[in-house]
């Protein structure tokens, strides 16, 4: 089975697809590396902002007394877990990949 | 089906199961109740549960955009049981009726225990399936570490 290069678009669109758990569109792909990783960050970035804002407004409403499920708020803060999870494996591999890219000597 | 998806399908089974508690604690705490809003005696509740299957249509595809659930379980409705409810012979009861009979619900306090324990341990496989979808995906993360 072929090596597949993490700059090409096909692996990072598998796991961003993961990451966006609701299924939005996913993005296009981008064809320039600088780019791709820019947009790879902010749109992860924005995925994590998004589920840890549900994990505070369900904490909010728990301590308020307006839930009357308290298991789909773990739910939520498990979703937010994973995502932050994702985010931060992702990020230790696009700069492992760039401190290669950089180490290379010309 | 995307990979949290299994998380919100154990979520489902969680909510149907608490429900299905509710209505048996519902149950229980009635069971002596002779007169309720409409004046008749309680009569035991039931819930039906049915399952909610993806088949790959568009309409699929419509609701998991809207965020509506796709699959998993879903309280399809609370009905009452027909069975009939339990004469008993007290002609001192306010409600007894012309031949001294009370007409009590038809609930037997053994079967809601019973019910109970197969809704807690429903909801506790619930919870452990849900804890290891998110094992697998947090192991995931590990590849090529």
Known sequence: MAVIPIGSGSSLNNIRSMTEGLSKPAQPDQADGGQGFKAVFEQL???????????????????IGETDDLHTMMINA????????????????????????????L | MDFLGALNISGSGLTAQKMRMDVISQNIANAQVTRTE????????MVVLSSIDGNGSFQDALDKVLGRRTSGVQVKSIVADP??????????????????????????????????????RAYEANVTAFNATKAMALKALEIGR
Request: hydrophobic fraction near 40%; aromatic fraction near 6%; avoid cysteine.
């Open chain 2, 83 to 120: 069975s009939p409810l339990v004469p008993v012979y007290d002609p001192a009861h306010p409600d007894a009726n012309g031949e001294g009979y009370v007409m009590l619900p038809n609930v037997n306090t053994t079967q809601e225990m019973i019910d109970m324990l197969g809704a807690s």
């Open chain 1, 78 to 105: 498990a979703k937010a877990d994973i995502a932050l999870q994702t985010m931060v494996q992702l990020r230790n591999k696009i700069l492992d990949a760039y401190s290669e890219v950089m180490r290379i000597n």
């Open chain 1, 45 to 63: 970035i924005d995925k994590v902002e998004e589920t840890e804002a549900v994990t505070k407004i369900d904490a909010y409403k728990l301590s």
């Open chain 2, 38 to 45: 409409r004046g008749t005696p309680y009569r035991r509740k």
